[in-house]
C-alpha cells in the first residue's frame, strides 16, 4: 500500500542543491527524496547507532576476549563461552532465571486477566481497582522494592505481624534471607509492579467485544459466569499473547528489582543471568566472560521473541 | 435490561486491590512515624506519633533536592529528543522510498531485544575515553537509541491511519516532502508524540542500572534511594521518605494520563474517511 503510493511522491522530485554530491556517493542512485528521508532519519540512526549498534556487536566483539579489566585484551576462542557451560553458578543462574521469569510472567498474567475478566462484569463499579492495580506499573521497581520490604522485613515486615498476630509464629520467616523462599520475595514484589500490564491489554480486548453480543448472550440466558467463560476469555487472548511477550522479556531483562532487594543472594538464590552479568563483568571486571554471560542473555530473549520478530517483519512494510 | 452487574465482583477486586494499596499505606505510615515507633511496626496503631522528622533528615543528609534535578534533567532530555526525531523517522519509513529502507526498518523495529545489560560495558568504556562519565549524555544517549526501537513503530502505526488524501492533497498543493512532513502530518501525529513522551519519560526517569553505573556526583532519585538504602544504618523513615519522593511524580503522571493509555489512536485531522 504505502510502497505504491510513495512511488507516486518520489517520481515527482527534482534534483536538489547536494545531488552532485550525492550522485558521486550512491553512483547517481540518490535522488532528492533519498536526502530528505536521510535527513529525516539521521538523528535517529545516530542515537541508535551510538546507544545501541555500537554496545551490541562491542559486547559480541569483547565475549570472544580473554579479558579481565587491568590485563591486555587477547583472543581467546570459545573459550569463555566453555568456561561459561562449566560453571556451576551460571548453571544456577540458569536455573534462577528459568524460575524467575516463568514465575513472574504467569503470576502477572494471571492476576491481570482473571481481574481484566472478572472487573468485565461489572466495568464501572470496579474502576478504582483497576486504577490501583494499574498505578503500580508506574512506580519504580527500586522503590516498588522498598515498599514490600514494608512487607517483607523479618522484624517488623506486615507478613511477618500478622503470622505472629494470628498466632502462627512458626511460620514467620525471614524471607529474603532465606535461600528457599528469598526468590519468591522477589517475585512478589515484581509481579506487583508488573500485573497492571496484562490488566490493560486484556481489559482493552474486553472492552472492544460488542455490547450486543453480551446483550443477546444475557437474553438467551447464559450465566455471568457462562459469559465470562465462553464469550470474554476466548475473546480476550490476543491481549493474554502480547501481555505475555511483555512480561516474559521484562522479567528475562529484570535486574533493578533484584538488585535493590536482595543483589543476586542469599547465596546467590536470586541471581539471575541478568544479575550474574553484572556481577561478572562490574563487580568482578571479567569482561570478557561477562561480555559472553551477557551475549547467552541476549540470545535467550531472542528465542523468546521469535513471534514477535516475525510479526513485526510482517508489520513493517 | 434484567440485573446485569453482579455483587460478587466488587467484593473479589476489592480485596486484589488492597494487595496493591498495602504497601503504599505502608510506606506512607513509615514516613511519618519515628523510627523507634516502626521497628515495632509500621502498622500498629498505639502509640502513633505524626512527625516530619525523616523529611528533614532526608533533606539534610542527602542531596535529594539536586538528585529530583537530575531525574528531571536526564527524563526530559531523554523524552525530548525521542519525541522530536521519532516522527520524523516514521514519516520517512512510512512515505519514502531510499535505498536500505527495510533492512534499516527491521534491524530499528527489532531492537527491542537487546537488555541494557547489554550496553552498560562497552559504553562505559566508551564514557570514560571521551571524559562523558557523570554528564547526562553518558544516559541521555542510550535512553535515546533504546527508545527508537519502539517509539518509530508506534508513530509509523499510528501513519497508517492517517487520510492519505491529506497527503495527497498537499503534494496536488505544491508542497515538498519536508513541508508535507512540517504542516501536514507534525501537527496531527501530537497523540502519537503524547503517548511516546509519556512511556519515555516514566521509564527513564524509574531506571536504575544506567544512572547508577553511568552518573556519580550527578546520581538521579532511584541511584539515591538504592544508597539511601544499602547503608546499615536503621533509616526506615528515611528510606520511606526518599521512595515517595522517587515514586510521587510519575505516579502523578500515571494516573493523570491512565484513561488514554487503553484509548484507540483517534486522530483529529479533520478529514473524513
Known amino acids: 500500500m504505502s510502497v505504491q503510493h510513495g512511488s507516486i511522491l518520489t517520481s515527482q522530485t527534482q534534483a536538489g542543491p547536494f545531488a552532485g554530491l550525492a550522485t558521486r556517493l550512491f553512483g547517481g542512485n540518490l535522488r532528492r527524496a533519498d536526502w530528505i528521508a536521510f535527513a529525516l532519519l539521521a538523528p535517529t540512526l545516530i542515537f541508535f547507532s551510538i546507544g545501541v549498534l555500537y554496545p551490541l556487536f562491542e559486547t559480541i566483539r569483547v565475549s570472544f576476549l580473554d579479558w579481565t579489566g587491568l590485563s591486555q585484551p587477547k583472543p581467546a576462542g570459545f573459550s569463555n563461552y566453555i568456561k561459561l557451560f562449566n560453571d556451576a553458578n551460571f548453571w544456577n ?22 481481574v481484566a475478566l472478572i472487573s468485565g462484569l461489572a466495568p464501572k463499579q470496579t474502576a478504582p481497582f483497576r486504577v490501583a492495580i494499574f498505578a503500580a506499573y508506574g512506580i519504580s521497581e527500586t522503590a516498588s522494592g522498598l515498599m514490600w520490604l514494608g512487607i517483607l522485613q523479618p522484624d517488623f515486615g506486615l507478613l511477618n505481624g500478622v503470622l505472629r498476630i494470628v498466632g502462627l509464629e512458626g511460620w514467620a520467616s525471614p524471607w529474603l534471607g532465606e535461600p528457599s523462599t ?60 502480547i501481555a505475555i511477550f511483555i512480561n516474559l522479556l521484562n522479567s528475562l531483562k529484570a535486574f533493578d528489582m533484584i538488585h535493590i532487594l536482595t543483589a543476586g543472594g542469599p547465596i546467590r538464590s536470586t541471581e539471575t543471568v541478568g544479575y550474574f552479568m553484572y556481577q561478572e563483568s562490574v563487580v568482578y571486571f571479567k569482561q570478557g566472560y561477562g561480555a559472553a554471560s551477557t551475549v547467552v542473555l541476549l540470545l535467550a530473549v531472542i528465542v523468546c521473541s521469535i513471534p514477535l520478530i516475525l510479526d513485526k517483519a510482517s508489520e513493517s512494510k | 435490561m434484567i440485573n446485569q452487574t453482579p455483587k460478587w465482583p466488587v467484593f473479589v477486586l476489592g480485596s486484589v486491590a488492597v494487595i496493591w494499596i498495602v504497601p503504599l499505606v505502608g510506606i506512607i505510615a513509615m ?82 531485544v537487546v537488555p541494557n545489560q547489554v550496553v552498560i560495558i562497552p559504553l562505559f568504556k566508551l564514557w570514560r575515553e571521551m571524559g562523558l562519565i557523570d554528564t547526562y549524555w553518558s544516559v541521555v544517549i542510550p535512553f535515546v537509541g533504546l527508545s527508537f526501537a519502539w517509539s518509530v513503530l508506534l508513530v509509523k502505526n499510528f501513519l497508517s491511519n492517517f487520510p492519505r488524501s491529506l497527503i495527497d492533497a498537499a503534494q496536488v498543493d505544491g508542497c515538498g516532502h519536508l513541508r508535507t512532513y512540517f504542516f501536514i502530518v507534525l501537527p496531527n501525529t501530537l497523540t502519537a508524540m503524547a ?32 544508597t539511601i538504602s544499602g547503608t546499615y544504618e536503621p533509616n526506615w523513615d528515611q528510606r520511606a521518605v526518599a521512595t515517595i519522593i522517587t515514586s510521587i511524580l510519575p ?23
Open chain 1, 93 to 114: 543462574a540458569l536455573r534462577v532465571t528459568l524460575t524467575w521469569t516463568l514465575a513472574c510472567t504467569g503470576i502477572s498474567v494471571f492476576i491481570g486477566w482473571s
Open chain 1, 182 to 241: 528469598a526468590i519468591w520475595g522477589v517475585v512478589a514484589a515484581y509481579v506487583w509492579t508488573q500485573a497492571g500490564l496484562p490488566l490493560l491489554t486484556c481489559y482493552a480486548a474486553i472492552q472492544a467485544i460488542p455490547k450486543s453480543q453480551i446483550e443477546a448472550a444475557h437474553m438467551d440466558g447464559a450465566t455471568h459466569f457462562q459469559i465470562l467463560r465462553y464469550i470474554m476469555a476466548p475473546l480476550s487472548l490476543p491481549g493474554v499473547r
Open chain 2, 251 to 273: 505516579l502523578i503522571i500515571f494516573l493523570f494520563f491512565q484513561k488514554y493509555f487503553s484509548a484507540d489512536g483517534k486522530n483529529n485531522s479533520g478529514s473524513k474517511g
Open chain 2, 195 to 226: 503517548a511516546v513522551g509519556i512511556l519515555q519519560f516514566m521509564w527513564t526517569w524509574n531506571s536504575l542500572l544506567l544512572p547508577m553505573l553511568f552518573l556519580r556526583e550527578n546520581a538521579t532519585l532511584p541511584v539515591m534511594l538504592s
Open chain 2, 31 to 112: 514516613s511519618i512515624r519515628p523510627e523507634g515507633e516502626i521497628v515495632n511496626g509500621w502498622w500498629t496503631i498505639e502509640p502513633f506519633t505524626f512527625t516530619l522528622e525523616a523529611w528533614r533528615e532526608v533533606w539534610v543528609n542527602y542531596p535529594i533536592g539536586r538528585a529530583f534535578l537530575n531525574s528531571l534533567a536526564v527524563a526530559s532530555f531523554a523524552t525530548i529528543l525521542p519525541v522530536l526525531f521519532a516522527p520524523a523517522a516514521a514519516y520517512a519509513f512510512h512515505y519514502l522510498k531510499f535505498p536500505f529502507r527495510r533492512i534499516l526498518l527491521l534491524i530499528l523495529v527489532n531492537a527491542f
